[in-house]
């Protein structure tokens, strides 16, 4: 894309009602725009990396069989008595012009349950995993972290359905190794730990992916023996790992990008939703429930990945591979760099046309603007490389290539960009 | 897909309290599923359609320029009541802990205009044409005709932003173009006109695209001559077309698929979204805006593309592109047929591997249920290809081809497939 078409621009300081690091960076950067506490606009740069955060997770869970519906947000609060959840402090209220009450979706399991209801009758039909992204829907009293704590977010549901709480168990085993190769593919897995939370009526523990960071809104005990967390609040703090009996857990503060419930019954039996087993009885569906927050975790690389020029994007979620620098120097130079200043539209428009033709997604900076502007946006904004070309590199018929976050600058022979861009 | 896997399944009645053929039809065939009146959730089958007819419409919005983005559901009312639109008929109305009022979003005027009052400056910004697929939920008192009038639906909407109504003008055309490329995509072009309707403050017409079938809610008079319409609500039954004054106009009724408007500063003057001009003077920023109802779209398909037994799906728009229908007929055979029989499961898991490894999507029957349902459904559900894989084609090395409407069945030999399939 060229920069001189893109609408958004990048800001030297955050809005002053912004507090959290997140959502300022990503607002000066022109990824987010804040409508008010807790709302945010996705602009087209952090657009682009919803989708590959989106795409990445619909990959590796269509992997494990999940398949992909779209429930709406209105639900009759009817729904909601039956499971007793219609009191939850979360709630968002509203009406039909008729008078019948609803409420907004802060999750879906009063949904998808009459839903599957509707199609699992025997245990032939068992187990089936079905999941959408759809916008949740929590009226927090305070919603002070940016985008990693929205009242309005977009987020990944994934249900199971099983016969038997052995069936559930082998699934969820299989979700959790799902969820670390999605954490991988966002950059995260490194700082990014399967945390025991608390676990409801049905089981023991639930678990979290808790992403070590400064900015986390909860506290965590990692032992770095079973390569667990535990969470504070399910643990005194001088307890041991309740695995392996080491004692010497690490602190941390932690960002809950993911959580898994085993739910058993707990939503089925409201609504006796049944099967008809082998055995011609009738029992209750065993259920599972598996979250992915996608602003959470575009906030969550932002925390993990930046320095103070900007943001640093993992490359499987960068909005773009590369970010093309055009540069024009107006200072007096040499004759023959003014020969080359003559060609360098030409030539960075063919760069450019090159990595796009070849697959290479490039931020073309083709603006009318200072040579500190363009390099202080490239790394504000974060692509994995920066390519400049200048009439200094033409002389050498090479374009500059810079890993952001390396200091290490490399002269690549225009011929041979695409090549080493694709293979970097 | 396996069908086996697939967690819905076709049903031979529609709901009772659903009137409208669209959703009954949808609803049997297991695209979508009704929670309340006007408001249903997305099924795999209708997931993978409303999908691409999305991505068909961004491809073609952004080749005009669009910029996608994604704005929030939340609208506080205060924006609202700048435009005097606080009060309007379809809105839902909610609040935060703290008090404050919302309204959900019915439509994006109120959040885009404050939002691009930010980016854009200067005449030198302009122009700049933003989109979003998103949520629209709008309050109806009654929601009788299926998901072509939902309370809660998925929306395409474009906004352009322009320094005169000139620019504006230019751009519109450039849409009106875009938005017949999508519906010729979809397959509703030849039914399909731009139809003149009330233009409101700035414009003596907006324009609808309207799709002529009798489950319309419309009444438009077709200009034969024009190859346009005009809407019911702004002629005179007798009179003639406004532009060629031909008096055979045609009346028909019809589902408004799209509309577009011009705006001006409807909703820039009440922000004070001004830009300065080349002469340094402050002017309204001219507006367009540019609608596509998803659900809508889909719903129009299904009432022009049908027959007594099912949906016939354009082939761009269809979930697959074909049914790929194992039948193991459990009747008395020659003793060549038991042996071809032996091999069907694998020679038909075979062609199902090899046309999806060649790209084409196919919806595998392997259930194990009777001919007669699997024929059925295959016809219900309405890909664009039947294929049937049986002993009695693999006597001759082949499979039968059958495209969907057409009476005419091909065997086509097993090598062949991919070839014919793709090409056709």
């Known amino acids: ?100 009450e609803l409420v907004l979706g802060q999750s879906h399991e009063e949904i998808i349950v009459p839903l599957m209801q509707k199609f699992i009758l025997s245990y032939k039909d068992l187990p089936k995993m079905v999941y959408q992204f759809q916008t949740k829907f929590r009226n927090e009293l305070r919603a002070k972290s940016g985008i990693l704590r929205g009242r309005e977010f977009s987020m990944k549901d994934l249900y199971s359905f099983h016969k038997n709480e052995e069936d559930l168990n082998e699934y969820y085993k299989m979700a959790q190794k799902a969820y670390f190769k999605i954490f991988k593919r966002c950059g995260l897995l490194d700082l990014t730990y399967l945390t025991y939370a608390s676990g409801g009526t049905f089981s023991k523990f639930s678990h979290e992916y808790q992403t070590i960071t ?108 590369a970010s093309l620098l055009k540069i024009k120097s107006k200072n007096a130079m040499p004759a023959g760099r003014q020969e080359k200043v003559k060609n360098i539209d030409k030539i960075s428009d063919k760069i450019y046309t090159d990595l796009q033709d070849n697959g290479v997604e490039v931020l073309y ?30 002389m050498k018929n090479c374009v500059e290539v810079k890993r952001r976050g390396s200091d290490k600058e490399e002269l690549i022979n225009i011929n041979e960009i695409i090549n080493k861009i694709s293979n970097y």
Not at 256 to 284: C, M, W
Not at 379 to 387: E, K, M, Q, S
Request: proline share 4%; glycine share 8%.
């Open 1 to 100: 894309m060229r920069q001189s078409q893109l609408f958004t621009k990048t800001a030297k300081e955050p809005p002053k009602d912004e507090f959290s690091f997140n959502a300022q960076i990503l607002i000066r950067a022109g990824f987010i725009d804040k409508l008010f506490a807790g709302v945010y606009t996705i602009l087209p740069l952090g657009f682009k990396v919803l989708k590959k955060i989106e795409n990445i997770i619909r990959e590796e869970i269509n992997n494990i069989g999940g398949q992909e519906i779209y429930m709406p947000a209105l639900h009759p609060i009817a729904n909601y008595k039956k499971t007793g959840r219609d009191k939850i402090d979360v709630l968002y209220y509203t009406k039909l012009k008729n008078g019948s």
């Open 214 to 321: 400064e900015a986390g809104e909860d506290l965590i005990y990692i032992c770095d023996k079973c390569e667990i967390a535990i969470n504070k609040k399910i643990i005194k703090e001088q307890s041991a790992c309740p695995f392996c009996q080491n004692k010497k857990l690490r602190e941390a503060k932690a960002i809950e990008v993911g959580n898994i419930f085993k739910l058993g019954n707990r939503f089925s039996h409201p609504f006796g939703f049944q099967y008809t087993a082998e055995d011609g009885s009738k029992k209750d569906v065993v259920m599972g429930c598996y979250g992915i927050g996608l602003g959470r975790t575009m906030g969550a690389i932002t925390e993990v990945h930046h320095d103070k020029n900007g943001i640093i994007w993992p490359e499987e979620v960068a909005p773009f591979v």
């Open 365 to 394: 900076d083709d603006r009318d603007v200072s040579v500190g502007e363009k390099f202080a946006d490239a790394d504000l904004i974060g692509c994995p490389y920066r390519i400049v070309v200048s009439a200094k590199t033409l």
